[in-house]
C-alpha cells in the first residue's frame, strides 16, 4: 500500500514545512488496544504519579516554549505573542493548576441522605479509559493540551488526532510527551483527516472530547451513537458584544478590536457580533475604523512584528467574500477591510472589516465566520440589544460592557451562551478554573474546572448500611422486597401522603398514618 502523507505550509507565506504519515484508519484500531493497556496501568497510579509527570511534562514546555511558539506561529500564521499568550502560557498554568487540584475534586464524596437515613451513600470517580481527541488547527496546541491535561491526570490514556491543517503542532506535542518519559502507549498521536478522525471515533473508545465545525460536530456525533460513546462538542460561535451607553468607550474600542482581530478572527470565542446603544455608535464606530486600519498585518517573523497574522484555509476567505457580498446586497457598509491583503506570494491574509448597518437575516449575523470581520448593529435599548444577541443558532461566549457592574450583570444574565464576560472577552478559554463550552449549536458538554474534569471519569455511586450491618433494614431486609401483600400497598400509599404533605401538622399527621401503616404490615409480614 502507497503510504499517504499530510504536507504542512506555512499559509503566512506558502512556505512547505515538512510533512507527516498519515495513520491509516485500519492502523487505528492497533493503536487502541496499545493505547487501552498502557490506561490500565497509568489509571492505578496516584495523583501525585500522575501529577509528577504532569510536573516534567511543563518543565519541557517551559524549556522549549520558543520553539513550540515558533512551529505554532509557522504552521497557522498566527504572531508569535498569539502562540505565547494564548496556548502556551495558559498551558503551563493548566498543568501547575490540575496537577494539585485534580485530587481534591476527584476524592469520594459523601451524599447525604434525607430520606431512608438508616442508608449511606458516597461517589467515588474512576477513570473512563481511552479517551479520542479530535482537534482543529485555530488553536493547535492550546485545545488538546489543556483537554489532555484533565484526561491525564484523571488517569486515562489519550489518542490525540490533531487537525490536518497542523500535523507539525501534533508531531511537536508528540515530542514533548516523549521528552518528558509518559509511559508508552498513555499519549498516542494520529495523523490524518477526517477518515482517520472516523476511524478513531469507531475504533472503540470510551469518549470523544470533539472541537471543531458544527457540521463536522453532527457527523461525529452520528457515528458516536452507532458504538453509544460518548462525546462533547465544542462547537461554533458567533459572539454578541453588547455595549451599554454607560460603557467606556475607549476599553469598548480596544476590546472589539482585540475580540474581533486576534488570531486573525479565527477564533470560536471572538467577537463577531457588536450591538451598540445608538447614543455612542458614531465615536465608537469612527474610533474603531480608525484603530482597525491600523493593525500590522502580516508575515510573523522575528524582526517583524504584526499584530494581525494570515488565514489558514483558502476557503475561508470565499467565504468572507460571500458573506460580504450578501450583506451588501441588503444595504450593509463596509468601512474599512473587506478585501483580500497579500503580504507575501502564496501569503493568506484580510484586512480587518468593520461592517455597518446590518440586520439580523443577513448571512453575515446568522453563518459562522471565522474571521476579522466585526458587523455593527446599533440598538436604542438594553432590551433590543438582549433579544438581537439571542437571536443566534449558536451561544459560545458574549460580552456585556457597562460601568455599571451590577446593570452588566443582570444583562449577562439574560444571555444565552456558555460564557459571559463582563467589561472584557474571548480570553476566558486560558482560565483553566471556569467551565468552558457552548449552549445550542455551539455544542454542549464542558472541558476546564472541576465540572469539565468530571467529564473525565466514571461516576460510581456506593450505598450502604449505616454502621455497616450486612442485614438491609431496621429488621433485616427492605420494606420493598417481596412478599408483597395490600399492607405493603397502604404502607407505601402512606409514604405517598408523607412526601407530599407539607405544614408541622398535616406532616405529623401523615407521619403517624405512616407509621401505623408499617406497624400493621411487619405484623403481617
Ligand atoms: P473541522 O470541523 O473542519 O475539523 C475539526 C477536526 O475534525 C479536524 O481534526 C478534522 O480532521 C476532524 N474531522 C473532519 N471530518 C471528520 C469526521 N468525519 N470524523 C471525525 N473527525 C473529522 O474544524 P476546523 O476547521 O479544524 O476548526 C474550525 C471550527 O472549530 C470552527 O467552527 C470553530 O468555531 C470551531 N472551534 C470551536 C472551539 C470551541 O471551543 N468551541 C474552539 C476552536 C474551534
Known amino acids: ?77 498566527k504572531p508569535r505573542i498569539e502562540a505565547m499568550a494564548a496556548e502556551i502560557a495558559p498551558v503551563v498554568y493548566a498543568l501547575r493548576y490540575w496537577r494539585k487540584r485534580a485530587a481534591k475534586v476527584l476524592k469520594p464524596k459523601t451524599i447525604p441522605l434525607r430520606f431512608l437515613v438508616y442508608k449511606k451513600s458516597y461517589l467515588t470517580f474512576y477513570p473512563l479509559g481511552v479517551v479520542g481527541l479530535i482537534a482543529p488547527w485555530n488553536y493547535p496546541f492550546a485545545i488538546p493540551m489543556g483537554d489532555m491535561t484533565m484526561a491525564l491526570i484523571a488517569g486515562n490514556s489519550i489518542l490525540l488526532k490533531p487537525s490536518e491543517q497542523t500535523p507539525l503542532v501534533g508531531k511537536l506535542i508528540a515530542s514533548l510527551f516523549k521528552e518528558a518519559d509518559f509511559p508508552e502507549g498513555v499519549v498516542s498521536v494520529l495523523f490524518g483527516g477526517g477518515d482517520t478522525g472516523a476511524a478513531l471515533i469507531g475504533a472503540g473508545v470510551d469518549k470523544i472530547v470533539f472541537t471543531g465545525g458544527g457540521s463536522t460536530g453532527r457527523r461525529v456525533m452520528a457515528m458516536a451513537a452507532e458504538t453509544l460513546t460518548p462525546v462533547t462538542l465544542e462547537l461554533g460561535g458567533k459572539d454578541p458584544m453588547i455595549i451599554c451607553e454607560d460603557a467606556d468607550l475607549e476599553l469598548a474600542v480596544e476590546g472589539a478590536l482585540w475580540g474581533g482581530m486576534s488570531n486573525a478572527g479565527q477564533t470560536c470565542a471572538g467577537v463577531k457580533r457588536i450591538y451598540i446603544a445608538r447614543k455612542i455608535a458614531e465615536p465608537f464606530i469612527e474610533a474603531l475604523v480608525k484603530r482597525a486600519e491600523r493593525l500590522r498585518l502580516g508575515v510573523p517573523a522575528d524582526d517583524h512584528v504584526v499584530d494581525v497574522g494570515a488565514i489558514v484555509l483558502e476557503r475561508q476567505i470565499d467565504l468572507y467574500r460571500s458573506q460580504l457580498a450578501d450583506a451588501e446586497a441588503q444595504g450593509a457598509k463596509i468601512l474599512c477591510g473587506g478585501r483580500e491583503w497579500s503580504a507575501y506570494h502564496k501569503g493568506r491574509f484580510f484586512a480587518p472589516t468593520v461592517v455597518v448597518h446590518v440586520q439580523g437575516n443577513m448571512r453575515l449575523v446568522r453563518e459562522e465566520t471565522f474571521g476579522p470581520i466585526l458587523a455593527v448593529d446599533e440598538v436604542d435599548s438594553v432590551e433590543e440589544a438582549i433579544d438581537k444577541a439571542n437571536d443566534s443558532e449558536l451561544g459560545l461566549c458574549a460580552s456585556v460592557w457597562s460601568r455599571d457592574i451590577n446593570r452588566a450583570k443582570r444583562i449577562a444574565e439574560r444571555l444565552e451562551a456558555g ?27 464542558r472541558v476546564h474546572s472541576d465540572e469539565g474534569l468530571k467529564e473525565f471519569v466514571n461516576w460510581r455511586h456506593i450505598n450502604y448500611n449505616r454502621g455497616g450491618r450486612a442485614g438491609n433494614t431496621l429488621w433485616g431486609r427492605a420494606f420493598w422486597w417481596f412478599p408483597y401483600s395490600p399492607a405493603k400497598y397502604r404502607l407505601f400509599r402512606a409514604l405517598t401522603d408523607w412526601l407530599g404533605t407539607y405544614g408541622w401538622w398535616s406532616r405529623g399527621r401523615a407521619f403517624l398514618a405512616m407509621v401505623k401503616a408499617f406497624w400493621k404490615m411487619k405484623r403481617i409480614h
Request: aromatic letters at 6%.
Open 419 to 445: 460564557t459571559v464576560v463582563i467589561n472584557d472577552c474571548t480570553f476566558t478559554h486560558a482560565l483553566v478554573e471556569t467551565p468552558w463550552g457552548g449552549v445550542k449549536k455551539s455544542g454542549f458538554g
Open 1 to 77: 500500500m502507497i503510504e499517504r502523507t499530510i504536507k504542512s505550509h506555512n499559509p503566512a507565506t506558502g512556505e512547505y514545512l515538512g510533512e507527516v504519515h498519515v495513520d491509516e484508519p485500519e492502523r487505528v484500531k492497533e493503536i487502541v488496544a496499545l493505547s487501552r493497556k498502557a490506561a490500565r496501568e497509568w489509571g492505578r497510579r496516584t495523583f501525585l504519579e500522575r501529577g509528577d509527570s504532569l510536573l516534567g511534562l511543563q518543565q519541557v514546555i517551559v524549556r522549549r516554549a520558543d520553539e513550540i511558539a515558533e512551529v505554532i506561529s509557522s504552521e497557522t500564521g
